[in-house]
């Protein structure tokens, strides 16, 4: 059942074409751009076996120098015995496919005799599990904190809404008890939850609407540790190059709270691998790993390959014998059904080319490698599949449709993206989507860094070559694209960060440095034409402008305008009437009194707490991790977002040059001077925020308690447009206490003492406190990390059971 308008995704579920995307996993190797398009008749059989060619990475030993047909490979074992599970590994070289259905490494192993088979297999996990490499360092930042073990304390309720709102359930399966929110259905998808299956098909929508299969997770539980899985989610190219896996952009805990909720059927947490100091059984299985040719798809020991099979292009498609048939003694098995094996062999009939693909051809064919399809449309193929839709959300349901939700269609993308603005979004740094919860991954340079070339090549119509001429004269026009924005375009888009009530679009500010000139002119024109369905309006209909009166009407010109406005950036003033919003009191501005004010900020947090001082010099506290996180100076606050809209931005300080605090809370129990300094999540903080008081001038005093102690933090306006800080702890350490109280002045990746008692980090931000602390203080380095720690309570000002430190911060 759905409801008129808002759309319960669960009924739809029921009217999906092709149950057999939940039919029990068989053996068959699982490609996903194989399952969704070649098993449809959606490409070409033998484009489906150059696929599997690819991924299954039968190339790795026949050699080809097709550069499309290069092999996926296996991920590195150079860490494995540190990763992965030593019984585990056993189990999956013993039988890949019973351990992993779907699992596209082949048998090699299938035709030893048993007792030799139990032998290699000894061997060989003993080599792997003597590869060991250290985890790397995660270092912390304000909006990145790195609790100690952070591994340890994932959060399972945490890690499944990340893992079905991020994107993971584009290509994996999502849990069955998870309840997406409810979302506001489109018009296309409302028409086709009201047609029968029979209409479906009758209509050409089976494509449509058939559930696309998920690429298989495997026993997790057996095969990983917390800290395994976690790691690998942080960086999956460190073991998996190929990049068939993205980055998710994670942050510390966030890895860990995904890798508690996919382990969260581990009873316990698995013990660490014996260690093996049999020298002679991992030799043998080194040995083995290079003549079973293990080494031609996974590295490990810098081990090179030794021995290739047949080149691609002399394989016979019609032999009797191979590797496509199953069971075949002396070869790995590859479980290929028939339907694999059929395109392979038609893959290899069209050895060797006669022709190099077009580029469009080549293009296609990447994406289906990387599995794109998953996210993205590009010419009416792929995209979100219909069975995964609900999971697609916007921060807080805002309602912008599915333009709002879905990741946006690849069709013309070289057309419009600048190759510069495509290549930064695919490094991870082009960000523009953030009422989206989905997020763009990260694919490894080495396997994406073509693209951007590849899309302009692909869809490089006569038109681009004409850009510069499109808007040649930038400036002249500037002032009138001014008025041409308030025509509609700031109903829906902030400009430059600045923006009308509500508004909770795409920033027009940076857009000529992101699209072509001609794709902006022609959107413009007619948006329906390069985006059907889309939400934007177009203000020329028939080709034709509404303010007559501006530039002669011409439409071309008015265009022009706009873009050389938005070329101009900060040389222009902002459109009138977003000026006209600011003047009403949005931007909070400190007179006689402080201002405080409970917000959400970037680095600070969603319960940062930041106080404007009229002296212009600002602070804001992050009362989760209880710390100041941020400190400003100049303007404060813009409260617009804050207060009217209810997608909020965070708010951003109204100064180009924020300083950044340090992560972690400000003091610690430390057991000795070498120690760690602590860093914990909202969930295990033992600090307790305890809110706040304001004296008579308006300055806040912030109260927390830590372990024993009733904790005072005042930040006031020093001299200079300095920041006082005066903390005031009082509590005495339990009886027998083997920890000393430590406050870390500041850290960094490096400090320089300008004087004692001084310290300036590499932000230029300057620390002073009192000769009389600074004489016991210690400055240590601590993986690659550097801090100033001084040790409380103090010999000369303290009573017995309180501490007065005062702190200056300069920069």
Known sequence: MHRPLIYCWSGILLLLIGTSAYAEPDAAPFVSGFDRFARHAEIEPEVGGKLLLSELSCTACHQTDQSDLAPKGGPRLTGAGNRLQQQWVKEYLAAPHAVKPGSTMPDVLQHLPAEEKRQTIKALAAFLMAQETEFPTIKATGANPVPYEFWKKGNVERGQELYHKIGCVACHEPDETYEPGETKISPTDQMLAQLDPEDIIEMGLAAKMRPVKSVPHGDLPTKYTRQALTFFLLNPEQTRPAGRMPQLKLKAVEAADIAAYLLRNQKTEPAENAANNDAALIAEGQKRFVQLQCVNCHAAQNLKPKQFAKPLVQLNAKAATSCISQSQPGMPAYPLDQQQQASIQQALASLPLKHKPEPKQRLAFQLLQLNCYACHVRDKQGGVGFNRKPYFETVNHVDLGDEGRIPPTLTGIGFKLQKKWLAKVLSGKGDLRFHMHARMPVFPKSVVGSLPSEFETADNSQKLQQDKQVFPDHGKLASAGRVMLETGCIQCHPIRGESMPGVVGTDLGDVTNRVHPQWFHDFLLNPASLKPRTRMPTFFPDGKSQIKTLLDGSVDQQIASLWSYLKAGEKQPLPEKILAAKSKNYELVPEKKPIILRTFMQEAGTHAIAVGF?????????????RPAIFWKGRFLDAQGTWFIRFAPPAIPLDKNPILLPAGAPLALLKNQGQPWPEFSANDNPYQFQGYRVDKAGIPTFLYRFSEYEIEDRFAPGKKQSLKRTIKIKGTPSSGALSK???????????????????????????SVSNAFAKTSQLRTIKDETDWIIPLPATDNNTADSTTIEVTYQW
């Open 614 to 626: 009229p002296e212009k010099v600002h602070v804001a506290f992050d009362a989760e991790q209880v």
């Open 741 to 767: 109280l430590w406050f870390r002045g500041l850290a960094g990746d490096s400090l320089k003492q300008i004087k004692p008692g001084t310290m300036k980090n590499q932000a230029g931000l300057t620390v």
